[in-house]
């Protein structure tokens, strides 16, 4: 069959190397000069394969006030007039209660797991460097409140299928010498931690290169600088993609466009319930004192991920989430916000002298659904598939989710349950 694939992040990527491999002819279309220029390019380079819970949880509820007023907070909502923003809000408080998050979390579960699986059978596979190291993930809590209930969610947790241990003050700095820095605010409030040692980390974007390369190597074809403008639909099926440089025409189309994806299909009755989250990166150059292992601090909600680059030892530090619209531009004040947050929780990992300029800012547009869970397979048109809104986890689920879009196109049974993820 031939297949066009939408978008070159990487879920169209994955998508397009499970498609190949089964045989069909595939050609990825993408607006930027490359691939994984947009969301999956500087992404806080973590496979959290058993930290998939929702950000709508029965907790966010009477957070969200706080949040909202104070400036430094992790999650900032700059209100629009835009009745796709209100609508995707109103459908996220909604999902903010305990059935909905434990049946989404189970969901995310069975999708990550996959991933992971797969994941390792990739590595074997492949030859692609992307700096992906297999050296477990350490969650630190600064009050024991939050302590006490991760701690009480380990059983349950473990019931799923996770392997997680929670360790005091003394063994969270035993296993990550970099807590231990007095000059650091986090070693200061830190009072325990859950460790999950098979969580993994890796740079998305050099995967997304490798993969590439990979790719036009089996044959697959790549439309890059090439803008969809729309898509033609007859009798309940897609007849084409109208590009800026063109039609194309395939038998079958896979929509991968990230926090794009509900543009294109709303002209075809199709609404995805799809809206950015912005979140920001910065790269450090790591020092030897730097972490060595994943670090996610709980309480400001941002991600520590060591990467070890062609380049030198790098930290991968990520966090913010605004609900700011469509524009892929850095606010300096988040940036700083973000900066500061390194710069107090690991003063040593790196020089910041030179302030976060230096260190490879960017931003990047989560493609967040109200649940949390993506959207992947089949659509009310018939040569349509999905494999998009994967919000804060598109690179822990791009192997799972590819796979699984890939077995039901070639009309083999997926081993996921797709009802779970359908639009
Ligand atoms: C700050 C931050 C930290 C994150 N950390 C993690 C993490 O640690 N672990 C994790 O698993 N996930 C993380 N994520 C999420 C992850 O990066 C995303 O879920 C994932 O990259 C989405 O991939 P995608 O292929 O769906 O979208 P994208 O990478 O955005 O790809 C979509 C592509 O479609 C193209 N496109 C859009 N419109 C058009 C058009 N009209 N014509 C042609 N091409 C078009 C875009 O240019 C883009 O290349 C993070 C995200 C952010 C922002």
Known sequence: MQIAILGAGVAGLTTAYY???????????????????????????????????????????????PWLLRPDSPLRFYPAWDPHQWRWLLEFVLACNQKQSDTTTRRLLELSFYSRALMHDFVKQESIEFAYAQGGKLVVFSDMGGFDSARRLLDYQRSLGCEQDALDRAQCIALEPALGDSASALSRRLVGGIHTPSEEVGDCYRFCVGLEARLRAMGVKFELNTEIKSLTAQGGRITGVL???GGIAADHYVLALGALSAFLVRPLGLRLPIYPLKG????????????????????????????????????????????????SVIDPVRLKQLFEESRLAFPAATDYRAGPNALQPWTGLRPATPKGT???????????????????LGW??????????????GGQGAKVRMQNFAV
């Open 19 to 65: 498609l190949a491999r089964d045989g069909h002819e595939v050609t990825v279309i993408e607006r930027l000069e490359g691939v994984a220029l947009a969301t999956s390019y500087a992404n806080g380079a973590q496979l959290s394969y058993s930290y998939v819970a929702p950000l709508a949880g029965p907790g966010v509820m009477p957070k969200i006030p």
């Open 243 to 245: 590009t800026d440089k």
């Open 280 to 327: 920001y990166s910065l790269t450090l150059p790591a020092l030897p004192t730097a972490p060595k292992i994943s670090v996610t601090d709980f309480k400001r909600k941002v991600v520590y991920a060591p990467l070890a680059e062609p380049e030198g030892d790098a930290l991968r530090v990520a966090g913010m989430a605004d609900i700011a619209g469509y524009a």
């Open 374 to 392: 993506p959207l992947l397979g089949a659509t009310p048109i018939a040569n349509l598939s999905l494999n998009c809104g994967h919000g804060a």
């Open 396 to 409: 822990t689920l791009a192997l799972g989710s590819a796979r699984a879009v890939a077995d039901v196109i």
